[in-house]
C-alpha cells in the first residue's frame, strides 16, 4: 500500500485545514478512506459514539496536485486507516503560509501519515517541518463497517436556519436539558423544544423553504400529509451542538431530514465538500 | 533601597515578572549595584531566570549598598510570584496609564512598596510582604561553551509555534549546517499515539551559527516559551549557548541596559540517545524530498496483519528481541538496515544503566542541580541525588531557618 499527495495552493491548504478542523469538532477518532479520486472522513454509528454517524466527502482533485495511491490490491483500490483528526489539523494549522505540503503514508516506528511541509525561510534553504502521525490501518475484512450510509426515508425535508443562530439558542437550551425536541413540518416552519419539570422552552423558526428532491419514494408519501403537520424526533442536545458548532464558515445551505421519531439527517454542502452527520432519537 | 521606572520601561518590567513566573512561584529580588536582579527557580531547580536591570534602565537607583562597603547589596529578597504579577497586571494598559512606577522599602523594613503613578492622579500602590533570602547564583559560564547560536526570537518562536503548547520536552540537534527541533517522548509514552513534529533550520537563517561540537540536547520547552514571549517583544537577538548533553542550556539577551539569562537543565546522555533510537527509525539527515517507496512499503505490514487473530500482530523477526519494549508496541515493519538492529541491542545496554541509577525520580530525569552553594533548602529530595556538587540540602526535618543561618555565616 503506497500513498502520496502534494499540495502547493493556499487556497487549497485553507480549505482542507477548515474541513480538517470541522471534522475534529465532530469527532475524536475517525476513519480515513483514500480512493484514487476521493477522499473520506467516516464515523461509524458504534455505540460508543453514541449512535452518531459522519460521512464526509471531497474530490481531491480540489485540492492536491499531485496523488498516487495504491491501494491494499488492484481490485480494492483502497485505503482505510483511523487516525486522531485533530492530530491532522495541528499539522495543517501552522501550514498557512506554506510553499508546499507533502502528505505521504510511511512505515516508521509504526503505520504514520507524514507531511512535510515547507515554509519559507529567511535564507535560501526552505524550513521543513515534519509531522508524523500514527493512524491504524484498518484490514480489508472489515471495511463493510464503513459504507457509505444511505438517505433515509424521512418525512420532512428542511433548510436549517443560519446555524449561527441555531447554535446560540441550543447553547442555552443546554443548560436547563439534556435532550431536546427538534420538529419540522413542510411548510418552512421549525421548532426547537425542551422540556423540563419547571420549564418547558420552544424557540420557532419559520420561512426556511423545503428542499425538493426530485421524484422519489418519500416525496410521494409526503404529498399527502398536510404540509403543517410536524414532525420530530428527540435528540441529545450535547451532539446536536456539536455539530451546530462545528462549522467554520457559513455553509451554503444546511439540510435536515427528518423520520418521525427515529433520526436527523444533516447534509452541508459548502464548496464541493459535502458531510453528513446522523443523530438517532434518544430511545 | 529605592527604584524609580519611567513610563514604557515599567511595561518592560511587567513583561519580565510575567515572563519569569512561567518558571517558579517565587520572585528573587535582589538590588545589586550592577542593577536590579529579578530571579526565579523552579521547583525541582532544573529551570533558572534572571534579568538584570542596569541603573540606565531606571529614572532613579538606588540599589541601598553602603558605599565603599563589602557588600554588594543591603537587602534581598522573594517574593510570591502571583502579588508581583498583580502589580502588573495587565500590561496592554500599563504604558497608557502609568506614568512611573517606584519600588521602595517601606519605613518599617517589612514591606516592599510598588507605587505606580498612573494618569488623571491616580495611585497604586502595592505593599509586598516577602521573605529575606539568600542569593540564588547559578554555576554557568556562557564562555565555556562549544555551541553558540544567535538569532532573532521570531526565528525560535516560529519554530516553538509547530509544537503542541503542552508539549513538555523538546530535543535540539545540531550540526554543521543544519539545527534540528524534534519533540521528545518520555520512556511511559507509547510513540505510536504520539504525534511526532520535527523542524529543521538551515545555518543562514542564524545571525550566527557557531557549532564546534555537533550535538543534541533535550530541555524543556514550557519553561523557555516565558523568555521567547519576552524576546520577541523586545526584538533583541536572542543567543544560545550549549554543549554536551547534561551540560545545562544558557539562553541570553543583551542590551546596554538589560541582561537576561534563562539557564535550563538538559537530559543526560544515556536518556537521550535511549530515547532517540527506539523512537525515530529514520537518521536525522533524512531528507524529506527523497520520495523513494521502498521505506515506505506496507505490503509486509498488512499480511502480518490478515494472518495473525483480531487485534493482535505478530512481531517481525527483525525486530530486537532483546528490547522487550519494542515488541509490546505494534510492528513496525522492514526493519532494513543491520545497523538498526546493532543499535538496538546497544540501546538495552543503556536501559539497564538507567534503571540502576538511585532514586531517580520518576518525571524528571534532568540533571538539575548546578547551583552554588548559598542556597536553603526548598525542594525537598527532588532531583537531588542526581547532582554533582555537594549536597547542602538537608532532609525534610532539619530548621530551615537555621540552615539559612549556617549557609551566611559561609
Given at each position: 500500500m503506497r500513498f502520496r499527495a502534494k499540495m502547493i495552493d493556499i487556497g487549497c491548504f485553507n480549505h482542507f485545514t477548515r474541513v480538517v478542523n470541522t471534522i475534529s469538532k465532530l469527532t475524536k477518532t475517525c476513519t480515513l478512506r483514500l480512493t484514487t479520486d476521493k477522499l473520506y472522513f467516516i464515523l461509524s454509528d458504534k455505540v460508543a459514539n453514541g449512535g452518531v454517524s459522519m460521512w464526509c466527502e471531497l474530490s481531491q482533485g480540489n485540492f492536491f496536485d499531485e496523488f498516487q495511491l495504491e491501494g491494499v490490491s488492484t481490485e480494492h483500490n483502497e485505503i482505510y486507516m483511523d487516525l486522531a483528526a485533530e492530530n491532522l489539523f495541528r499539522a495543517l494549522k501552522t501550514a498557512h503560509n506554506a510553499k508546499s505540503l507533502k502528505i505521504k503514508l510511511t512505515n516508521k516506528h509504526c503505520p504514520c501519515i507524514t507531511l512535510a511541509v515547507e515554509l519559507p525561510s529567511l535564507s535560501r534553504v526552505s524550513r521543513v517541518v515534519t509531522h508524523d502521525i500514527p493512524v491504524g490501518v484498518i484490514p480489508k475484512k472489515l471495511w463493510n463497517d464503513f459504507k457509505e450510509p444511505s438517505v433515509p426515508d424521512f418525512d420532512v425535508s428542511i433548510y436549517l436556519p443560519p446555524l449561527k443562530t441555531m447554535k446560540n439558542v441550543v447553547e442555552r437550551m443546554k443548560n436547563l436539558s439534556n435532550f431536546l425536541v427538534l420538529e419540522a413540518n413542510l411548510n418552512g416552519e421549525m421548532n426547537l423544544k425542551i422540556e423540563t419539570d419547571l420549564v418547558s422552552v420552544t424557540t420557532h423558526f419559520k420561512d426556511l423553504g423545503n428542499p425538493s428532491w426530485g421524484d422519489n419514494g418519500s416525496q410521494d408519501s409526503t404529498q399527502d400529509r398536510d404540509p403543517e403537520t410536524m414532525m420530530d424526533v428527540k435528540v441529545d442536545i450535547r451532539k446536536l451542538l456539536q455539530f451546530l458548532a462545528c462549522q467554520q464558515v457559513n455553509p451554503s445551505k444546511v439540510i435536515c431530514n427528518i423520520v418521525n421519531k427515529r433520526i436527523v439527517h444533516f447534509i452541508l454542502l459548502h464548496e464541493d465538500v459535502s458531510l453528513q452527520y446522523f443523530i438517532p432519537a434518544h430511545a | 533601597m529605592r527604584c524609580v521606572v519611567a513610563t514604557s520601561n515599567v511595561k518592560v518590567l511587567g513583561k519580565a515578572v510575567h515572563s519569569l513566573s512561567r518558571i517558579g512561584d517565587e520572585l528573587y529580588f535582589e538590588p545589586l549595584s550592577s542593577g536590579l536582579a529579578l530571579r526565579c527557580v523552579n521547583s525541582s531547580r532544573s529551570a533558572y531566570g534572571c534579568f538584570l536591570f542596569t541603573p540606565?534602565?531606571?529614572q532613579h537607583y538606588d540599589s541601598g549598598a553602603p558605599p565603599g562597603g563589602l557588600e554588594d547589596s543591603s537587602f534581598r529578597c522573594k517574593m510570591g510570584m502571583k502579588s508581583v504579577q498583580t502589580v502588573f497586571k495587565s500590561l496592554s494598559s500599563l504604558d497608557k496609564t502609568v506614568e512611573k512606577c517606584e519600588i521602595d522599602l517601606n519605613p518599617g523594613g517589612n514591606r516592599l512598596v510598588f507605587q505606580l503613578h498612573c494618569k488623571y492622579g491616580i495611585t497604586k500602590t502595592h505593599n509586598l510582604s516577602f521573605q529575606e533570602s539568600e542569593s540564588l547564583q547559578p554555576v554557568f559560564q556562557k564562555?565555556?561553551?562549544?555551541n553558540v547560536l544567535r538569532a532573532q526570537p521570531r526565528l525560535l518562536a516560529d519554530t516553538v509555534v509547530h509544537f503542541p503548547p503542552s508539549l513538555e520536552e523538546v530535543n535540539v540537534t545540531v550540526s554543521g549546517e543544519r539545527v534540528q527541533f524534534r519533540n521528545h517522548l518520555e520512556d511511559e509514552q507509547d510513540a505510536s499515539k504520539m504525534m511526532l513534529t520535527e523542524m529543521s533550520l538551515d545555518a543562514d537563517e542564524f545571525e550566527s551559527f557557531q557549532v564546534r561540537e555537533e550535538t543534541g540536547i533535550t530541555f524543556c520547552l514550557k519553561e523557555l516559551r516565558g523568555l521567547l514571549s519576552f524576546a520577541e517583544s523586545s526584538g533583541l537577538p536572542l543567543s544560545m549557548y550549549f554543549d554536551q548533553p547534561g551540560r545545562p542550556v544558557v539562553f541570553g539577551l543583551d542590551d546596554p541596559v538589560l541582561e537576561v539569562n534563562f539557564v535550563l537543565a538538559t537530559l543526560s546522555d544515556e536518556e537521550t540517545t535511549t530515547h532517540r533510537e527506539r523512537n525515530r527509525s529514520r537518521p536525522p539527515q533524512a531528507d524529506t524530498s527523497h520520495d523513494d517507496f521502498l521505506s515506505d512499503d506496507m505490503d509486509s505490514y498488512m499480511i502480518a496483519m490478515e494472518t495473525s487473530a483480531v487485534g493482535g500482530a505478530e512481531a517481525q523477526p527483525c525486530s530486537t528481541g532483546s528490547d522487550q519494549r519494542r515488541a509490546r508496541e505494534p510492528v513496525s515493519a522492514a526493519c532494513s538496515s543491520g545497523s538498526k538492529q546493532q543499535r538496538g541491542l546497544e540501546s538495552e545496554s543503556e536501559e539497564e544503566e538507567e534503571e540502576e541509577l538511585?532514586?531517580?525520580?520518576?518525571q524528571k530525569r534532568f540533571r538539575s542541580l548546578f547551583f552554588g552553594s548559598v542556597l536553603s533548602p526548598y525542594s525537598q529530595g527532588a532531583n537531588q541525588t542526581l547532582r554533582n556538587q555537594e549536597v547542602l540540602a538537608e532532609a525534610s526535618d532539619s530548621d530551615p531557618e537555621e540552615q539559612e543561618e549556617e549557609t551566611a555565616k559561609k
Open positions: - | 540606565l534602565f531606571f564562555d565555556g561553551y562549544a538511585p532514586g531517580t525520580p520518576p
